[in-house]
């Protein structure tokens, strides 16, 4: 018996959250006394799993999969959580994963908890404690199945280095994909993504138009950080869908979230309530925002930006 965990790739390499489930996937196998099994589907260099207390990797290399399919993925996870009679399977919570454990968690009979932050309690019975209401409270659910699924809430538990000897295997499930055609693929290649990105600098109405997005742009290459915006500018057609963070698009739960001239609709703010700092830039003093905030500058962006621009390169320059 080991704990099972699902590493996510993307164009051969791991994601961030792959290092994260394997983390807490360690965590829990030192619970109950065993090992950590982890599936990597077309990824290259999967020694790297080795770092976070993975002591063995099943390697699937399928063209078939080279795009995400969630039926697909959903086959061959289940038959690797049968061959290593698996009793706890842990995801992520990132997009994929969302439409991926419905679907495992019917195939294994496992009882689902979704949004966990940390790892059992207790493990007889087997008890998680969950982010809820938005991340506005914890609750602690009881997992009473043999077979437990968990999808981990990014950013949450961190990575936890943990040298280990990892043995590497093929795998070679018997899965089908029919029905399902992808013609074409697009994604940035030069850009931090929102699932991955420890900072995310997002704006909003309050840039004016899409023409002045460059020093959003400039602020996020800085820091390194993913880029992100609000419903309203996404539907307006200044920046892509891609970057619509909130309720209604893509939940953030970064290190460190920085909104530029976003008032804070309720969606907006339940997306990005996991974050774990937050600063709001606004002229209006009684933005929302400001009442979640961790720290608020009431000002303009157009001055208070390229200023903060100015004095994070200086910094940088004498480090």
Partial sequence: MSVLVYTESEQGNFKKTAFEVASYAKAVANQ???????????ANNTSDLGNYGVDKVLNINNSGLNNFNAKGYAEAIKQAADQENANVVVVSSSADSKYLAPLLAVSLNAGFASNVVDVPNNTEPFMVKRSAFTNKAFEFTQINSEVKLIALLNNSFGLVENNTDTLAEDFSPSISVAGVSIQSVDKATDKVTIADAEIVVSAGRGLKGPENWGMIEELADVLGAATACSKPVSDLGWRPHGEHVGQT??????????????????????????????????????????????????????????QLIEKLKTFKTQQ
């Avoid at 109950?32 to 077309?42: D, E, P, Q, R, Y």
Wanted: hydrophobic share 50%; glycine share 10%.
């Fill in 249 to 306: 698009g893509k939940p953030v739960a970064s290190n460190l979230y920085i909104a530029i001239g976003i008032s804070g609709a309720i969606q907006h703010l339940a997306g990005i309530n996991a974050s774990k700092v937050k600063i709001v830039i606004n002229t209006d003093p009684e933005a929302p925002f400001f009442k979640v905030a961790d720290y608020g500058v009431v000002g303009d962006a157009f001055e208070v930006v390229p």
């Fill in 32 to 42: 109950l006394g065993t090992t950590v099994t982890a599936v990597s589907i077309n």
